[in-house]
């Protein structure tokens, strides 16, 4: 989402924009969603084969400006060696996840050398910012994520009673055990409202099965939905809800749910940490990261009247952002010069 919306603006200031992809199904099918740019997807025989062509794609193009979201092995081993203008993009720290000894190891390596490479640094968050400064003495640009659902027409609502709406991805270092465990202290009595958790991920299987195993009838696994139907679940909640506790890794992503929520314009119960707390200031309900504590509140609101919000959206458009960006970049290209 981050590179396709900068992208998309990107071009509609006039710059000719690329993507460098490898081949796959996921890859192909963005083909379409990207017809505001030229789109390679690379082919190879193994990991080998794939850096060779990326880097001749790469020297074919002969690019202005690289940018690259997330220093990993194979963007990094593409740009190594090369002299061309840099971004380095950050929408989180991969090596702060809950990855194994290895992953880890190779993760803090790139993500090393991204930052002796890139010429312009961009981050998600304001935590990996003063990370940044303090550690390294880096300076970055400031660039968060922002709206990005579009826009659908009134739908009507897919609930039969009262409806909680959580959007996310089932990862193993996900929160959602969270509301899991508060749905089991809420029990099934006719007063708790109905839990509905939308999103794909390795675990989503094992909740399934979770929900089923527990007899927890009030909560439905949706796993994956078409966005017009995600948005009728969001726009149409009583409320939205989100637990993210307050970790390393946490604080330095920008969760692009946060802005989905705020689109749909419902009251949010989440917890204080890092962008959540930036973009949503004191319009959210802010809990403890606890099961307790999400119970609590779940039963306090669902008692409630309650009207919508009226979040500013204002601050959190994609054009905006890739202003912000092509502005840094001139500004740096030009200093060199």
Same mark, same amino acid.
């Given at each position: 989402?981050?590179?396709?919306?900068?992208?998309?603006?990107?071009?509609?200031?006039?710059?000719?924009?690329?993507?460098?992809?490898?081949?796959?199904?996921?890859?192909?099918?963005?083909?379409?969603?990207?017809?505001?740019?030229?789109?390679?997807?690379?082919?190879?025989?193994?990991?080998i084969g794939r850096l060779i062509a990326r880097?001749?794609?790469?020297?074919?193009?002969? #690019?202005?400006?690289?940018?690259?979201?997330? #220093?990993?092995?194979?963007?990094?081993?593409?740009?190594?060696?090369?002299?061309?203008?840099?971004?380095?993009?950050?929408?989180?720290?991969? &090596?702060?996840?809950?990855?194994?000894?290895?992953?880890? !190891?190779?993760?803090?390596?790139?993500?090393?050398?991204?930052?002796?490479?890139?010429?312009?640094?961009?981050?998600?968050?304001?935590?990996?910012?003063?990370?940044?400064?303090?550690?390294?003495?880096? /300076?970055?640009?400031?660039?968060?994520?922002?709206?990005?659902?579009?826009?659908?027409?009134?739908?009507?609502?897919?609930?039969?009673?009262?409806?909680?709406?959580?959007?996310?991805?089932?990862?193993?270092?996900?929160?959602?055990?969270?509301? $899991?465990?508060?749905?089991?202290? $809420?029990?099934?009595n006719h007063d708790v409202p109905d839990l509905?958790?939308?999103?794909?991920?390795?675990?989503?299987?094992?909740?399934?099965?979770?929900?089923?195993?527990?007899?927890?009838?009030?909560?439905?696994?949706?796993?994956?939905?078409?966005? #017009?139907?995600?948005?009728?679940?969001?726009?149409?909640?009583?409320?939205?809800?989100?637990?993210?506790? /307050?970790?390393?890794?946490?604080?330095?992503?920008?969760?692009?749910?946060?802005?989905?929520?705020?689109?749909?314009?419902?009251?949010?119960?989440?917890?204080?940490?890092?962008?959540?707390?930036?973009? $949503?200031?004191?319009?959210?309900?802010?809990?403890?990261? !606890?099961?307790?504590?999400?119970?609590?509140?779940?039963?306090?609101?669902?008692?409630?009247?309650?009207?919508?919000?009226?979040?500013?959206? &204002?601050?959190?458009?994609?054009? &905006?952002?890739?202003?912000? $960006?092509? /502005?840094?970049?001139?500004?740096?290209?030009?200093?060199?010069?």
């Amino acid at each position: 989402m981050r590179l396709r919306e900068l992208g998309r603006h990107i071009a509609a200031q006039g710059c000719d924009v690329y993507y460098l992809m490898d081949d796959g199904p996921f890859n192909a099918s963005l083909v379409d969603v990207l017809g505001f740019s030229s789109v390679h997807l690379i082919r190879g025989f193994g990991r080998i084969g794939r850096l060779i062509a990326r880097r001749s794609t790469l020297e074919k193009i002969n #690019p202005d400006v690289t940018h690259i979201l997330n #220093p990993q092995p194979s963007n990094t081993a593409t740009t190594f060696g090369t002299n061309r203008f840099t971004v380095v993009d950050w929408d989180e720290l991969l &090596s702060a996840r809950g990855m194994t000894w290895g992953m880890s !190891t190779i993760s803090r390596a790139c993500e090393s050398y991204g930052r002796r490479r890139s010429q312009l640094t961009v981050v998600s968050s304001r935590y990996m910012q003063h990370t940044f400064k303090a550690r390294y003495g880096l /300076d970055s640009l400031y660039l968060p994520y922002a709206t990005y659902v579009e826009p659908f027409s009134p739908s009507p609502s897919p609930f039969a009673k009262p409806a909680v709406v959580y959007l996310g991805n089932f990862h193993h270092d996900g929160d959602f055990d969270i509301l $899991l465990e508060a749905w089991e202290i $809420l029990g099934t009595n006719h007063d708790v409202p109905d839990l509905h958790m939308i999103g794909g991920g390795e675990r989503l299987g094992s909740v399934k099965r979770f929900v089923e195993s527990s007899g927890m009838t009030n909560v439905r696994v949706h796993g994956y939905l078409p966005w #017009p139907d995600v948005w009728a679940h969001l726009e149409n909640a009583n409320f939205l809800i989100f637990p993210i506790r /307050d970790t390393v890794g946490n604080r330095m992503r920008c969760p692009a749910k946060v802005f989905a929520y705020m689109q749909a314009q419902r009251p949010i119960i989440t917890n204080p940490v890092g962008e959540v707390a930036e973009a $949503l200031g004191a319009n959210a309900i802010y809990v403890d990261p !606890t099961p307790n504590a999400f119970a609590a509140a779940v039963r306090k609101l669902s008692k409630a009247r309650l009207q919508g919000v009226n979040y500013d959206l &204002s601050r959190f458009r994609w054009s &905006s952002r890739a202003q912000e $960006l092509l /502005d840094a970049v001139h500004e740096r290209i030009d200093s060199r010069d």
